[in-house]
């Protein structure tokens, strides 16, 4: 079975700082796709990014990129000059290629200092 | 596009008690996905339609969950003899057909079980 961990539950970065959250997920699949979604208090979770398991090439949107290492299973997330709204519950993801559901890591509460 | 509409925002009701929620997707996506999300933890897949056919249920889908999309554009998730366990968030999402389309999520319906 497919299972995604995220062993940080919670992160602080100072503002206009970097942070990284780490992924690590198990899958026996070679065809997949991996995001990071955003939840922030009491609003709707949205994508931040996406990852084709077929591309080597890191996935990158604006701040946000990712470091994906399908050998080691692996896929953070940087975000650099960190703001106030990016404090939220971010879950790293994994969908199977031919499957229509997302598999979710538990989270991790990221704070912003200011 | 105004978005995945899910009412009612929250439900408290006594144990026992039916109750049933509502997900108005993206008027444009044939996609449907329910997902339930307790305290601390991730979403959990429960159940996707394309249309009006319901092509998955997880096994966390108990004989007391039930859900629909009779005409392919809303979905009710109803539970029966709700229990204290279904205290949760429950998350609808929607996309259009095709590789690696995004799941767009509402803002959830959080049920309190008294």
Redo the contacts between chains.
Sequence with gaps: AQTVTQSQPEMSVQEAETVTLSCTYDTSESDYYLFWYKQPPSRQMILVIRQEAYKQQNATENRFSVNFQKAAKSFSLKISDSQLGDAAMYFCAYRRNRDDKIIFGKGTRLHILP | DT??SQNPRHKITKRGQNVTFRCDPISEHN?L?W?RQTL??????LT?FQNEAQ??K?RLLSDRFSAERPKGSFSTLEIQRTEQGDSAMY?C?S?TTG??Q???????TRLSIL
């Design positions: 978005g995945v996609r996905y997902y601390g933890q991730g979403p959990e897949f996707y092509l998955e997880s998350l999402a996309s590789p690696n995004p799941q767009h999520f509402g803002d959830g």
